[in-house]
């Protein structure tokens, strides 16, 4: 008589991890080893994509603007025209306007700064190269009027005007002339590079006009991909996690722009009142600047400052002082109007995070260091917090500000020795009120 087979899942459970754990293995060893390969694969993917990453941005960030369009204006104007209409409600017409002027919008945009700002940002800085010697006689002039009086501080300041003056003609002579060959090239490059960007910025936009006409379509596919491949309670932590990284940059990035667009306003009109040199140029370096968190006003206001001292020493002066003021006015102002609490972390992990960022990732670092890290940081708090919640222990931060420590053997809580008296002082000031009352109390009836 022949056994029977009894089938067991567990088997298959157990080769099935087997296989799975030899497999990354084996992809991980193939990774190290050919990690220069892997990565100029991954730059390959992401140079063919670049559109579609470009039109996914562009959905992003039109998204918001997209949304107030279609529930202010155009659903309302919809659902009159459609009243009386019983195939439709209007709303797919309300879309399509909304992405249509969403995308109007961001071309006006792209138009202005290209064909306003960018020309005449190019001619003061071409200004300023084509009489940087001039500007700097008039510095040292400046310099030998302010130092007269100080002849050894004269003679220095000179003496270094003049090894600039040197100096900065023979890196013409030698560096600068026998390299013009090499001009052309360069210019090939970057009309090529320019080219190419204008190339996937249009083809960006056709796919942000799909993304942004069935938003809701592909975010349901994603969802349902989601709950295919995942558990329930894992995908529910997922989209709950998508949510917070949402809110976090969205927030962050609007507000940073809106913030950064009102204090180069503010500047271009102060400055113009001024009459500060290259007004429109200094006025875009503050207001692009300022998008960095903490050393944005910094570096704005250096090169500016430079710019206006080589003009006018005495409106340099002013520059500064003026600046001064309209950060302060933005940090305590309109940066707290706009952004609010955004990025729920101290002014310590601000600069932490904007210094590893810029380090690590350059001008993009510096921009989106502080919402990374705000993600990163909160989803190490929500593991520590879930930690301690499941030993029992305090996980409020602000219970270890009066914790001297905690008994290892019983897990009770042992505050610093200044609390405990702290405590004691009021546990007997509460005791003689009570029994002061209590005297007060007594005395009528006797």
């Known amino acids: 008589m022949r056994r029977r ?32 390969r892997l990565v100029d694969a991954v730059n390959t993917l992401v140079r063919i994509l670049a559109p579609f990453i470009w039109g996914v941005v562009i959905c992003y960030l039109l998204s918001p603007l997209m949304r107030t369009l279609e529930n202010r204006l155009f659903l309302p104007l919809a659902r009159k025209l459609y009243k009386k209409s019983k195939k439709s409600d209007g709303r797919k017409f309300a879309r399509a306007l909304s992405v249509l002027f969403s995308e109007i919008i961001l071309i006006l945009i792209l138009v202005a700064l290209v064909y306003l700002i960018l020309p005449q940002v190019l001619s003061s800085i071409q200004i300023i190269i084509q009489n940087s010697g001039t500007y700097v006689d008039n510095l040292s002039d400046w310099a030998d009027g302010l130092f007269e009086n100080y002849p050894f501080l004269d003679q220095y300041i000179g003496d270094v005007f003049d090894n600039f003056n040197t100096n900065f003609g023979n890196w013409l002579q ?49 969802k349902r991909l989601s709950y295919a491949v995942l558990s329930v309670e894992t995908a529910e932590r997922a989209r709950m996690g998508i949510n917070f990284v949402d809110r976090t940059f969205m927030s962050f990035l609007n507000g940073k722009l809106l913030d950064s667009l009102i204090i180069g306003i503010i500047c271009y009109i102060v400055c113009s009142i001024l009459q500060m040199p290259f007004t429109l140029l200094v006025s875009v370096i503050v207001g692009v600047t300022n998008i960095i968190p903490f050393f944005g006003p910094l570096i704005g206001a250096i090169p500016s400052a430079l710019i206006i001292l080589m003009v006018d020493p005495t409106k340099c002066l002013i520059f500064v002082i003026f600046v001064i003021i309209l950060q302060q006015i933005d940090g305590n102002i309109i940066g707290p109007r706009i952004l609010g609490n955004s990025t729920g972390i101290t002014g310590f992990w601000v600069m932490f995070s904007i210094i590893l960022g810029g380090g690590l990732f350059g001008f993009w670092g510096l921009l989106l260091g502080v919402p990374v890290f705000v993600v990163v940081y909160s989803l190490m708090t929500n593991l520590i917090v879930k930690k301690l919640k499941r030993e029992d222990l305090p996980y409020e931060i602000e219970d270890y500000k009066e914790l001297e420590y905690i008994d290892p053997a019983t897990l009770q809580v042992v505050k610093k020795a200044s609390v405990r008296k702290e405590e004691l002082e009021r546990e007997r000031a509460a005791k003689l009120q009570l029994s002061r009352e209590s005297k007060e109390q007594e005395k009528p009836q006797a």
Not at 6 to 31: E, H, P, Q
Not at 176 to 194: D, H, K
Request: net charge positive; with cysteine.
């Open 174 to 222: 030698t560096t600068l002339l026998p390299r013009v060959g090499n001009v052309v090239t360069s210019i090939t490059s970057g009309v090529y590079g320019v080219a190419k960007s204008i190339y996937n910025l249009i083809i960006g936009i056709i796919v942000s006009i799909y993304l942004l006409s069935d938003k809701e379509g592909f975010l349901a596919a994603v």
């Open 5 to 36: 087979f009894n089938w067991d899942k567990r088997y298959l459970y157990w080769g099935v991890t087997a296989f799975c754990v030899i497999a990354a293995a084996l992809l991980f060893y193939f990774a190290v080893g050919n990690i220069t």
